[in-house]
């Protein structure tokens, strides 16, 4: 790789510092919580326009930008909700007026994940500028909703849109490394059934919540036993909420509903974990289920979500990680750092259940995801934008 290039694509991206921190502040601004992102993908739209990007939604309504028409296709991945403020006195300012302190941007979603979007555009901004991206390839930066459920707006461009990319850079937090993988999900719900009786009378009813704590103990003890990968982790179940069905404060609970979220590691299968949960709560009777639910589009489009999410793991040797790789080392003369998420990614729908090659590179530390303390660092910003701009051109010289 000529030294030249490098250079120029330092140089270009450091001269839009300041236009790729004034998009991310701009998108702060913007509320876009638990995929209501109407608003903030009309103004992506015209940013898009703005800088001479293609730009078209999706049947969900995600942003898809796009440089190139190569029949060979390319997909970056960043999520433009966020969560919820929480509680808004354990913020240091307003959570949509973003701040810049020592070096460091802090606002709802700058680094879960507003940034990782901001340097994604400005990578394509720049690949486009400097002509990096091969004729025989069509990159594609898709905007989405991803807080109300993970790989849902992935498996929309895969499923309904017909789009089978090479390979997906997610723009998540990984303080700069590459990232390969992470543990998957499943969420159940576990009810219990009693009989109703006054409270004065305890002895003519069953007690279903007595039920469905005895059960909890049981399922607390199966962390016990799950299985463990070197690069996954263990497998892990947490009983996060519980739902109380009563006429009264004065009556024997009928109903009580167990919400279970249970970890995955690599091994684990719907079908393992749903039969070891079974057997631990077989003798109290509980009924188990996958969580479902509906999500309406603001386009209209309606979507079931099985709230199942697989574990995921792209080999170390795999030649889009190598690829990854080499992108990084050309940009900082240093050997880049591999590892996986503690936390869950669309990789669950890229590369857990369509298969496709899924890394992740992003600015700032996921740790400050879903915390008042959410944080990017601007120069986590100008070397993410470096990253995304050189990936595709690297990518091509060594998949040609």
Known sequence: ??????????????????????????????????????????????????????????PMGNALIRIGEGPRAMVYDAHLDTVGVG?????????????????????????????????????????????????????????????????????????????????????????????????????????????????????????ALIKSSKALLELEELNKNFLEDHFLGKGSLVVSDLKVDTSSINAVPAKATLFIDRRLTAGETLERVKKEIEEAIQPYGGKIEVIESVFKAYTGMNLKLEHYFPSWALPEMSPFVKVAQETHYLLTSEKATLGRWNFSTNGVYWMGKAGIPTIGYGPGEEEYAHTSNDQVPVDHLLKATEFYALFPHVFSQRNG
Request: glycine letters at 12%; proline letters at 3%; one cysteine or more.
């Open 87 to 207: 509680d808004i006195n354990s913020w240091k300012g307003d959570p949509f007026n973003a701040y810049e302190e020592d070096g460091v941007i802090y606002g709802l979603g700058a680094g879960d994940e507003k940034g990782g979007f901001a340097s994604m555009f400005f990578g394509m901004v720049i690949a486009r500028e400097l002509n990096l991206l091969p004729s025989e390839f069509t990159l594609y930066l898709q905007g989405n909703a991803e807080e109300i459920c993970d790989g849902l707006a992935s498996q929309v461009l895969v499923e309904n849109k017909g789009m089978r990319p090479e390979g997906v850079v997610i723009g998540e937090p990984t303080g700069l490394r590459i990232y390969r993988g992470h543990r998957g999900r499943v969420e159940f719900s576990i009810s219990f059934t009693g009989r109703s009786a006054h409270a004065s009378m305890p002895h003519l009813g069953e007690n």
């Open 1 to 58: 790789m000529k030294e030249e290039l490098i250079n120029k694509i330092k140089e270009v991206g450091f001269k839009k510092k300041n236009e790729i921190k004034n998009l991310l502040r701009d998108l702060i601004g913007i509320k876009s919580i638990c995929g209501d992102i109407k608003d903030i993908v009309t103004f992506v739209e015209n940013q898009a326009i703005q800088w001479g990007l293609d730009f078209e939604r999706d």
